[in-house]
DNA sequence: AACCAGGAGACAT
DNA sequence: ATGTCTCATGGT
């Protein structure tokens, strides 16, 4: 089954997911660092501590001291790690100068540079780079692993960097890129959240006629 | 009450 | 290059 295939069932099924849920390039960035191996929900309630102490600012987390800071993180997990993680990357993001000398680099530099951060990994930095800075970076996660390796698309032992390609080159002559890699993506977690989790939900999936693990759950 | 969630780095092999 | 540990809250 092609790329294009999944991608045309699981939008007729979902429909636009309209990502990623967040008002400013600034709390994508905030929320791709949280959100790492972390359910949205809670990635949410610590962003809104940072709302609540008008601390959703490069500035503001790069002058707040750590304990503060891991205090309004605590609720998404691993907060001693991302409060330095987060501080990382505001201090190197105010010593570019900010989102416009980023945006001018080339695809490939701006991910080099973003990867560069210590705690910014290979999904983190395409996260922000696909939806901060609008580039055509296809994100791999947990999700797309699996989801593609029970349609035996993928191997599943796969290196993020293999995968990434296989989805960029197989969709390397789509138009509007970019929108496409976004919706996809998002497409991908709506849809692992639902049916596609460790334990299989196969009851009403719109994949399931090509999916092997509907025979753990028949539906 | 285990298991899981929109990973990454340090370290050893 | 590849495998194992650690980090931690909140929902199911």
């Not at 699981?10 to 600034?26: R, S, V």
């Not at 100068?97 to 980023?102: M, Q, R, V």
């Not at 780079?129 to 970076?137: G, I």
């Amino acid at each position: 089954m092609r790329l294009q295939t999944v991608y045309r069932r699981l939008f007729d099924h979902y429909g636009p997911q309209q990502w990623w849920p967040a008002e400013t390039p600034f709390e994508v960035m905030v929320g791709a660092v949280l959100s790492q191996n972390t359910a949205w929900g809670n990635v949410e309630r610590a962003i809104a501590n940072l709302k609540a102490a008008s601390a959703l600012t490069p500035e503001a987390i790069a002058q707040v001291d750590h304990d503060t800071l891991a205090a309004w993180l605590r609720p998404s997990g691993y907060f001693n790690i991302k409060a330095k993680r987060l501080k990382n990357y505001c201090h190197w993001y105010l010593a570019q100068g900010g989102f416009a000398p980023l945006d001018a680099l080339s695809d490939k530099a701006l991910r080099h540079a973003v990867l560069s951060v210590n705690g910014v990994g290979p999904e983190t930095a395409d996260d922000i780079l696909l939806y901060a800075f609008q580039r055509p970076v296809f994100v791999i996660d947990a999700y797309t692993r699996r989801i593609f390796s029970r349609l035996g698309l993928i191997a599943q032992e796969s290196g993020y960097e293999t995968l990434r390609r296989h989805f960029e080159a197989g969709l390397q002559r789509e138009p509007r890129r970019v929108a496409l890699f976004n919706e996809y993506h998002a497409l991908i977690v709506s849809h692992a959240k639902e049916h596609c989790r460790v334990t299989p939900r196969c009851n009403g999936c719109p994949l399931r006629r090509d999916c092997p693990a509907r025979a753990v759950e028949p539906g």
